[in-house]
């Protein structure tokens, strides 16, 4: 858990390239001979590092930016590579606003997200949503940065993965 | 006269108390629709008992009267320290000059008595100092550990008859008890008394849960939770402890309410993104669709002639709120102020709509009556939402959420004067209260 939130700060910094901390996005232990660094391919962490596994929205938006359509181009093409892989798109959103109104925001967020993905050729079978709304903050904060980051499509890996 | 009252925790009976020679006019009345009025100065000394074990009680009895009258506002319980008269038989009429001279206006005199069959029975007369007459005087009968309760009917028959308005002491309130840090907070459904008293948790914390609200007519709540998987309304039974899932719906369903007569639950349905309002009958289990626009249309709360409801939309660009007929025509939008306009909430008096605003980083809520006008802001916040109604339409709590890192939720109530807001005591932080109806 710790480190999926991790990851997703480091994607964001990534994504808005605002030059701050991409450092922070994976540990990357490469100092023996042994095996090569990185995930598994096919793992869910080779999912996270590839493609990304969160795109950002706008206030109140659940428009798709440049940034998250490409990133949604990656995780379409590793779907495509990986076909067995279900996924879960979950919708979340920043602390501004009420309760009810985020979770229906966060279920318009989970879809448009789908919804390009099935635009770039993943069956739809392999996608369910979910909204959180408010209710999964992956940062605790009550900042720009913070509720930038809490806006977001977040794609998980339900099944089909290499372990 | 005997009224029999029925209860889901117990029986219990109240009979009036005779009055003898003493009329049954008031002393001024308490006009609870001024803000920041002189309270009215009450004593309230401790209920008599004839052992150790009933001076405990009358003496609790006599603490929750106090505190709940203090809370209120409108009374003003005096320092039990400054009492002339010691009462000694809560029957005979007290040395009125004596409460006179401590400015006392009205006075509570009762007694707790134990029977042989472990029955409580408690009595009580309230006391008008200046014009030397009872007011109104009765008698309770229940179990003894239902102390608690009877000290809520106490209350609210004194408010009653000093206010001419319906009590709301003794009710009770559902809401998420939170638990952990902001990135892993734990919800659980918990119920507790109106003055924070009786905690209980009716889920473990294992699922998300949230949105929780009483029906006005019987003891169930409705209530979102993530057990299934996917977001969905449930239904509650607080006497039997069971759960169910309200409807087999195509995708999420969230942001429930009962209706005012408790046969049917409002809710808004999210398909492929798209949130809209339905409504399902809890006894056919039909369902009907109201609002289709492909906007966001979630937050419905009938209006209690059931006649309309009100919503929240951003058909119109941003969240502002509608109200329609029950059948979903005639759509209007009520709120063209400055700011983001949400879960609104009609009144138990029909007379007004709270809701949450947004503007400028803050969070208010306000009240706004049905045709829109009459916009009042009654409570401001970072992060303050989601209004519930006390059954008489005079106070209000709400849920407020401090910022950042640590951030704490808490509950919280204002008049709906704008006065009087204070925090509600829960065990723990708390969020998304919502008021029970009266219990009798």
Same mark, same amino acid.
């Given at each position: 858990?710790?480190?999926?939130?991790?990851?997703?700060?480091?994607? %964001? !910094?990534?994504?808005? +390239?605002?030059? #701050?901390?991409?450092?922070? *996005?994976?540990?990357?232990?490469?100092?023996?001979? /042994?095996?090569?660094?990185?995930?598994?391919?096919?793992?869910?962490?080779?999912?996270?590092?590839?493609?990304?596994?969160?795109?950002?929205?706008?206030?109140?938006?659940?428009?798709?930016?440049?940034?998250?359509?490409?990133?949604?181009?990656?995780? %379409? !093409?590793?779907?495509? +590579?990986?076909? #067995?892989?279900?996924?879960? *798109?979950?919708?979340?959103?920043?602390?501004?606003? /009420?309760?009810?109104?985020?979770?229906?925001?966060?279920?318009?967020?989970?879809?448009?997200?789908?919804?390009?993905?099935?635009?770039?050729?993943?069956?739809?079978?392999?996608?369910?949503?979910?909204?959180?709304?408010?209710?999964?903050?992956?940062?605790?904060?009550?900042?720009?940065?913070?509720? #930038?980051?809490?806006?977001?499509?977040?794609?998980?890996?339900?099944?089909?993965?290499?372990? | 006269?005997?009224?029999?009252?029925?209860?889901?925790?117990?029986?219990?009976?109240?009979?009036?108390?005779?009055?003898?020679?003493?009329?049954?006019?008031?002393?001024?009345?308490?006009?609870?629709?001024?803000?920041?009025?002189?309270?009215?100065?009450?004593?309230?000394?401790?209920?008599?008992?004839?052992?150790?074990?009933?001076?405990?009680?009358?003496?609790?009895?006599?603490?929750?009267?106090?505190?709940?009258?203090?809370?209120?506002?409108?009374?003003?319980?005096?320092?039990?320290?400054?009492?002339?008269?010691?009462?000694?038989?809560?029957?005979?009429?007290?040395?009125?000059?004596?409460?006179?001279?401590?400015?006392?206006?009205?006075?509570?005199?009762?007694?707790?008595?134990?029977?042989?069959?472990?029955?409580?029975?408690?009595?009580?007369?309230?006391?008008?100092?200046?014009?030397?007459?009872?007011?109104?005087?009765?008698?309770?009968?229940?179990?003894?550990?239902?102390?608690?309760?009877?000290?809520?009917?106490?209350?609210?028959?004194?408010?009653?008859?000093?206010?001419?308005?319906?009590?709301?002491?003794?009710?009770?309130?559902?809401?998420?008890?939170?638990?952990?840090?902001?990135?892993?907070?734990?919800?659980?459904?918990?119920?507790?008394?109106?003055?924070?008293?009786?905690?209980?948790?009716?889920?473990?914390?294992?699922?998300?849960?949230?949105?929780?609200?009483?029906?006005?007519?019987?003891?169930?709540?409705?209530?979102?939770?993530?057990?299934?998987?996917?977001?969905?309304?449930?239904?509650?039974?607080?006497?039997?402890?069971?759960?169910?899932?309200?409807?087999?719906?195509?995708?999420?369903?969230?942001?429930?309410?009962?209706?005012?007569?408790?046969?049917?639950?409002?809710?808004?349905?999210?398909?492929?993104?798209?949130?809209?309002?339905?409504?399902?009958?809890?006894?056919?289990?039909?369902?009907?669709?109201?609002?289709?626009?492909?906007?966001?249309?979630?937050?419905?709360?009938?209006?209690?002639?059931?006649?309309?409801?009100?919503?929240?939309?951003?058909?119109?660009?941003?969240?502002?709120?509608?109200?329609?007929?029950?059948?979903?025509?005639?759509?209007?939008?009520?709120?063209?102020?400055?700011?983001?306009?949400?879960?609104?909430?009609?009144?138990?008096?029909?007379?007004?709509?709270?809701?949450?605003?947004?503007?400028?980083?803050?969070?208010?809520?306000?009240?706004?009556?049905?045709?829109?006008?009459?916009?009042?802001?009654?409570?401001?916040?970072?992060?303050?939402?989601?209004?519930?109604?006390?059954?008489?339409?005079?106070?209000?709590?709400?849920?407020?959420?401090?910022?950042?890192?640590?951030?704490?939720?808490?509950?919280?109530?204002?008049?709906?004067?704008?006065?009087?807001?204070?925090?509600?005591?829960?065990?723990?932080?708390?969020?998304?209260?919502?008021?029970?109806?009266?219990?009798?």
């Amino acid at each position: 858990m710790k480190f999926k939130i991790a990851a997703a700060i480091g994607a %964001a !910094a990534m994504i808005a +390239a605002c030059a #701050s901390k991409p450092e922070e *996005v994976v540990a990357t232990p490469s100092t023996g001979t /042994t095996a090569p660094a990185g995930p598994t391919a096919g793992s869910v962490g080779d999912f996270q590092q590839t493609s990304g596994d969160r795109v950002f929205y706008a206030f109140d938006s659940y428009a798709l930016t440049g940034e998250a359509r490409n990133s949604l181009s990656q995780q %379409a !093409a590793w779907l495509q +590579a990986y076909p #067995s892989v279900k996924i879960q *798109v979950a919708g979340n959103c920043d602390e501004r606003g /009420t309760r009810e109104y985020n979770l229906a925001l966060g279920a318009r967020r989970a879809n448009a997200a789908k919804d390009y993905l099935v635009g770039l050729g993943i069956d739809p079978s392999r996608i369910t949503t979910i909204s959180y709304g408010k209710e999964r903050p992956v940062d605790p904060r009550s900042s720009e940065e913070a509720w #930038s980051l809490n806006r977001n499509a977040h794609t998980v890996i339900v099944s089909g993965a290499v372990s | 006269m005997l009224a029999a009252v029925r209860t889901f925790a117990a029986v219990l009976t109240a009979a009036c108390l005779a009055a003898g020679a003493w009329a049954q006019d008031g002393p001024r009345r308490i006009d609870i629709t001024q803000g920041n009025l002189q309270p009215m100065p009450i004593a309230v000394p401790n209920f008599l008992g004839d052992d150790s074990r009933e001076e405990k009680i009358g003496a609790d009895i006599a603490t929750v009267i106090s505190n709940n009258l203090a809370r209120s506002a409108l009374f003003a319980p005096k320092d039990p320290a400054s009492f002339i008269e010691r009462i000694r038989d809560a029957d005979v009429q007290p040395r009125f000059a004596d409460w006179r001279l401590i400015n006392a206006e009205v006075l509570l005199v009762g007694k707790a008595d134990v029977t042989a069959e472990n029955r409580l029975q408690v009595s009580f007369r309230l006391w008008d100092v200046f014009g030397q007459q009872q007011l109104v005087g009765l008698r309770f009968e229940t179990t003894p550990e239902n102390w608690r309760r009877i000290a809520h009917q106490v209350s609210d028959r004194i408010y009653e008859r000093l206010t001419g308005e319906q009590g709301y002491f003794d009710t009770r309130i559902v809401f998420i008890a939170e638990s952990g840090d902001k990135l892993q907070r734990v919800k659980r459904l918990a119920i507790m008394d109106q003055d924070g008293a009786n905690p209980v948790f009716l889920t473990n914390g294992e699922h998300l849960v949230l949105t929780p609200r009483f029906s006005p007519t019987s003891q169930q709540i409705t209530f979102l939770s993530y057990a299934s998987g996917r977001p969905q309304v449930y239904l509650f039974n607080i006497e039997t402890g069971r759960q169910e899932i309200l409807g087999d719906f195509p995708g999420m369903t969230f942001a429930p309410r009962f209706s005012p007569d408790g046969a049917q639950v409002l809710m808004t349905l999210e398909q492929n993104g798209n949130s809209d309002v339905w409504v399902m009958d809890l006894r056919t289990r039909q369902r009907r669709q109201l609002t289709s626009a492909p906007a966001i249309d979630t937050s419905p709360s009938m209006a209690p002639d059931g006649r309309q409801i009100v919503f929240n939309s951003d058909r119109g660009g941003s969240p502002q709120i509608y109200v329609m007929n029950a059948d979903g025509s005639n759509v209007r939008r009520i709120t063209f102020g400055e700011g983001r306009y949400s879960t609104p909430v009609w009144s138990p008096r029909g007379d007004l709509i709270a809701f949450t605003k947004q503007l400028r980083g803050q969070f208010y809520i306000g009240v706004i009556r049905p045709d829109g006008t009459g916009e009042r802001i009654i409570a401001d916040g970072y992060q303050i939402e989601g209004p519930t109604w006390s059954p008489n339409g005079r106070v209000i709590m709400y849920q407020s959420e401090t910022r950042g890192v640590g951030g704490r939720a808490e509950v919280r109530s204002v008049d709906l004067t704008g006065f009087n807001e204070r925090r509600v005591p829960t065990p723990g932080d708390a969020s998304d209260p919502a008021w029970s109806p009266l219990l009798d």
